[in-house]
């Protein structure tokens, strides 16, 4: 079945950097545009990132210029960089997957595959 499956998460402290990997199974992340969310306790899952199938990437703009979205393709799989991580960034991070051939989105409902996600915390 299809499967998006992250990893990557951890404590870290304020400042400090974590990679998220999504490697995709019985999909292929590169044949449609590829999201990160995440969703803190009591918040609403809200957008981090998106890549478009040409490579182009999209950031909210709480992590634009601190976060990198990139994925590989040889090893079906995206990432999110993260650097100079604060407290607020804490939450579980979850990486979707839009219908084939769709263009990125920072809407939740326009993805159709979802991981289970990984739990980012950040220490003051």
């Known amino acids: 079945q299809v499967q998006l499956v992250e990893s990557g998460g951890g404590l870290v402290q304020t400042g400090g950097s974590l990679r998220l990997s999504c490697a995709a199974y019985?999909?292929?992340?590169?044949?449609?545009?590829m999201g990160w969310f995440r969703q803190a306790p009591g918040k609403e899952r809200e957008f981090v990132a998106a890549?478009?199938?040409?490579?182009?990437?999209y950031y909210a703009d709480s992590v634009k210029g601190r976060f990198t979205m990139s994925r590989d393709n040889a090893k079906n799989t995206v990432y999110l960089q993260m650097n100079s991580l604060k407290p607020e960034d804490a939450a579980v991070y979850s990486c979707?997957?839009?219908?084939?051939?769709?263009?990125?989105?920072?809407?939740?409902?326009?993805?159709?595959?979802w991981g289970q996600g990984t739990r980012v915390s950040v220490s003051s």
């Open positions: 019985r999909l292929t992340v590169s044949t449609s545009a």
């Open positions: 979707a997957r839009r219908t084939l051939h769709s263009a990125p989105s920072s809407r939740l409902e326009a993805y159709a595959y």
């Open positions: 890549i478009s199938r040409s490579a182009s990437t």
